[in-house]
């Protein structure tokens, strides 16, 4: 038995699992006898497996499993770490990431001294870029502007959200919900993150000064596939989980909503869309170049204005494969839109008061 079981699913992480491994075996003020480290393997196809088994003849003190998912979603894996861990506590981490040295034992202090008020509990993901195109990306990520306000990349103080990533949790707390639901492919941890809170009654805490780095994706065609599918599976977890939502969320749908204006005009006067067309083009192309030069450097900028547009044009556009397949989500967007005339009528009534 151990105290925490940490979970990481692998896939094809031969460039990334060395680098993860060694911030992991730097972990300061922890008994390394009481955790375990589950590497969950989804069949990699290159040297995954083979650098795991030699990191775990290494061993740096854990306890080591490498575990099989045969399946190789994500659900899937963690729902394996989670059967076959030992610890009390579950800490999910990501290959595509590196810790700092206290960040195992902050993580378990933080949530360990609040399980009864915490059903997860996490820190603030950081981007970092490892080459040209990823260095670019991750400056996207890390503007609201470009990808929204998204609290566990942009929280400065100690707060209760709505989700985070990768988290840790009390495994009683993922056992009583059944843990993952392996009908999610992607956005699996929102999901997962809005049944915990409705079902434990407990809060999702997140804590700023505590960070994990994050490696994105380092070229478009990767950025592309990776934002069409969180569209995609974002627009699911909008449909079984109205109040999920958040007000970023609102883009596909005023995307949505432009694009049948846009028809409905061209149907009526060809002239006027095209004038209309070209002053919405003008006005992403001024928003693009604030972006661009306020945010990247120089040598930055051709790239910026390709992967700025290729992440939110994915993610809009896996949005509307999600309307198609499961849904439009009505409800959620209907209460989005209230609680946004609620919210602005308030403040409105507050200026006038003043």
């Not at 990191?55 to 190789?72: D, M, V, Y």
């Not at 960040?103 to 949530?111: A, E, F, N, V, W």
């Amino acid at each position: 038995m151990h105290t925490i079981s940490i979970v990481v699913p692998v896939y094809n992480e031969e460039k990334f699992i060395e680098a993860f491994y060694h911030s992991l075996a730097q972990q300061q003020n922890l008994d390394r006898e009481q955790v375990e480290v589950l590497f969950i393997d989804g069949n990699s196809e290159d040297q995954t497996l083979s650098k795991l088994q030699a990191l775990q003849r290494e061993n740096e003190g854990f306890a080591i499993k490498i575990l099989h998912n045969e399946k190789r979603y994500i659900s899937s894996a963690l729902n394996i770490g989670l059967k076959e861990s030992t610890g009390t506590y579950i800490i999910r981490l990501d290959v595509h990431s590196t810790i700092p040295c206290d960040y195992i034992s902050r993580i378990y202090k933080g949530l360990a001294e609040h399980a009864s008020e915490y059903c997860n509990f996490g820190g603030r993901t950081v981007a970092k870029g490892y080459d040209k195109t990823s260095k670019v990306v991750a400056k996207a990520l890390s503007t609201k502007w470009v990808i929204g306000g998204a609290q566990f990349r942009f929280a400065t103080t100690k707060m209760e959200v709505d989700s985070l990533f990768p988290g840790a949790w009390l495994k009683q707390d993922l056992l009583t919900v059944g843990g993952w639901d392996e009908g999610w492919i992607i956005n699996e941890d929102a999901e997962l993150n809005y049944r915990l809170r409705k079902a434990t009654d407990k809060k999702i805490m997140l804590d700023p000064d505590i960070v994990i780095n994050y490696f994105p994706r380092n070229t478009v065609g990767k950025l592309g596939k990776q934002y069409f599918n969180y569209g995609y599976w974002r627009t699911k977890t909008a449909n079984k989980h109205e109040q999920s939502m958040r007000f970023s969320h609102l883009l596909p749908f005023f995307a949505l909503c432009a694009l049948l204006f846009a028809t409905g005009l061209a149907l009526l006067s060809v002239n006027v869309f095209s004038y209309l067309l070209i002053g919405a083009g003008v006005c992403y192309l001024l928003y693009l170049t604030a972006m661009t030069i306020s945010e990247f450097e120089k040598e930055e900028i051709p790239l910026a204005v390709v992967v700025i547009p290729v992440i939110q044009s994915a993610w809009i556009l896996g949005a509307f494969k999600g309307y198609l397949v499961f849904g439009f989500p009505i409800k959620g967007y209907t209460r989005l839109l209230k609680d946004l005339v609620v919210s602005k009528w308030k403040i409105k009534v507050k200026g006038i008061a003043s």
